[in-house]
């Protein structure tokens, strides 16, 4: 094509898509429920008054959990919707790119998950009230958690594109999450051990949780913010080759 | 002059189905062309093709010389384009709608208020400007379509079905805006009605089972049948006996 990826281009379909949460009621149950899961799961299972411990640890543990449910839910409309309503064809014909509709509608989603992460903040003004938790470690933690949403958003907007019925989207954006969340617990690494335990580490590496961790521990390497990057830009990718492959199914 | 639309040897299976099959024609600057045939003829299949939309199984189409697959944003730049339905996002406002895609055919500022302006102005909207699109009636919704199309003032335009689901006044509106941009562009309409390309075409095309049966002027067309109707020359043209042979 001519003219080269547009930022500007990209912006205007996040602008839109951005605006298109908040009039409809998706937005309001998205950020409800996300609240209400990771409070009861940090207060209640995650024993939050009970540790006497003034961190976010129990928060963060379950974060990547709740994201692995709910992320699917927010993606598997992305595509779908414009196939039902035939938009596609329109957006599809105007003067742009199809990577920079797809990097657009994944901005939007991830702007999305970055404001409902930020309306958690009362967690963290609840453990300043409670006693000196470190701060710096907290920030880290949300920048691994903001990156992890993204990673499985990545994901969900590809599933959406490959698939015209809502539920098979969410299906498959769940399964695929769960995998790149659980592929470095004993109970996966474990399984494939037993075959290769090369297979074993390998799998390690590319956890989501694992990487995860280690923000929430107060560190950010660069190898990790590598990975996240590679990890979305693989999955937009993708998204891009499924978009131009099935639009007109 | 070269023509604003060039399509040559378009083809699009389905599977083993041949939706359209090697279409070839162009169309000129200031040629309304009329573009008819049965249901599921591939009219909107072509047109389809044309905007860059369904990848085409064999062939090419070039809109003002740059071509629909490899050039695809300068080709869409000079297209306006009503896809089948006239999609649009319903939850957004008709002026909302408009300055989106005014923003991502590259306007802002003042220039961007005002081609929204002229096309709200032209499909007359002024009234449902700060509607929901989903709360509007069919006909308004149609009139959205057209607007987005019209919005760039395109040098080629791609209509399928404009007038569906007008009424009658609205219907001499479209065919009369139609008539007067006429002179500066190639424009390709897919319609039902017949009388529609009496009043507005100087072309028609009729296609049938994804092929090109028929290209004249609607004058040329109506004398192929002896009572001199366009309407009689379809029929006859189109009917399943007629196909089969
Ligand atoms: N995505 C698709 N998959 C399979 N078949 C398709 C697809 N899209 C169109 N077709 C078939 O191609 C044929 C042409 O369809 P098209 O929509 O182009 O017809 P049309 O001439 O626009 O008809 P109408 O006057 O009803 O709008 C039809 O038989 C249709 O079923
Ligand atoms: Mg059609």
Excluded at chain 2, 99 to 122: H, T
Excluded at chain 2, 133 to 140: P, R, Y
């Amino acid at each position: 094509m001519s003219d080269g990826f547009s930022v500007r281009r990209t912006f205007a379909i996040t602008r839109r898509e951005l605006a298109g949460y908040f009039a409809t009621p998706v937005a309001a149950v998205f950020i409800v429920i996300f609240l209400v899961l990771q409070g009861v799961l940090t207060f209640n299972l995650g024993g939050f008054f009970d540790r006497d411990q003034a961190d976010l640890v129990p928060f963060f543990g379950f974060l990547p959990w709740v994201f692995v449910l709910l992320v699917p839910a927010l993606t598997m409309r992305l595509w779908a919707e414009e196939r039902r309503l035939g938009t596609i064809e329109l957006l599809l014909t105007l003067p742009l790119r199809q990577s920079e509709a797809v990097v657009g509608k994944f901005l939007a989603a991830w702007a999305f998950c970055a404001i409902a992460l930020a309306l958690t903040f009362p967690f963290w003004i609840t453990v300043n009230l409670l006693g000196h938790p470190d701060n710096a470690t907290i920030a880290c933690g949300y920048v691994g958690g903001l990156l992890v949403a993204g990673a499985f958003l990545a994901i969900g907007a590809a599933a959406s594109a490959a698939s015209k019925n809502q539920v098979i989207a969410f299906v498959l954006a769940l399964v695929i999450c769960f995998i790149f969340a659980a592929a470095s617990y004993p109970l996966v690494t474990d399984f494939i051990s037993r075959g290769s335990p090369a297979l074993a580490t390998f799998a390690r590496r590319l956890s989501v949780i694992e990487r995860f961790q280690s923000f929430t521990r107060g560190v950010i390497e660069a190898r990790d913010l590598i990975y996240f990057v590679t990890f979305i830009g693989f999955w937009l990718f993708l998204n891009t080759v499924v978009v131009d492959h099935r639009k007109a199914d | 002059m070269a023509a604003l639309i060039e399509i040559e040897g378009l083809t699009k299976r389905f599977g083993a189905f041949t939706a359209v099959d090697h279409v070839s024609f162009t169309v000129a600057r200031g040629e309304v062309l009329g573009f008819l045939g049965p249901n599921g003829a591939g009219k909107s299949t072509t047109m389809r093709m044309l905007a860059g939309f369904v990848t085409p199984t064999a062939g090419g189409a070039r809109v003002c010389g740059h071509d629909v697959q490899t050039d695809a944003v300068a080709a869409r730049q000079n297209l306006g384009f009503l896809p089948e339905g006239a999609p649009t996002y319903p939850e957004m406002t008709v002026q909302g709608f408009l300055r989106f895609v005014a923003g991502i055919r590259g306007y802002a500022g003042r220039e961007r208020s005002e081609r929204v302006e002229r096309a709200i102005g032209l499909t007359t909207l002024a009234e449902a400007r700060l509607q929901p699109i989903e709360t509007l009636s069919k006909g308004f919704k149609r009139r959205v379509g057209l607007a987005q199309a019209l919005l760039h003032d395109p040098p080629v335009l791609v209509l399928d079905e404009p007038t569906d689901g007008l009424d009658p006044n609205q219907k001499h509106e479209v065919r009369g805006l139609i008539t007067r941009m006429a002179k500066e562009k190639a424009i390709v309409i897919s319609t039902h009605i017949l009388e529609e390309v009496d009043a507005v075409c100087s072309r028609a095309i009729i296609i049938a089972r994804g092929r090109v049966i028929a290209d004249a002027t609607p004058a040329e067309l109506a004398q192929r049948h002896p009572s001199g109707k366009l309407d009689d020359v379809f029929r006859a043209m189109t009917e399943p006996k007629a196909l089969a042979a």
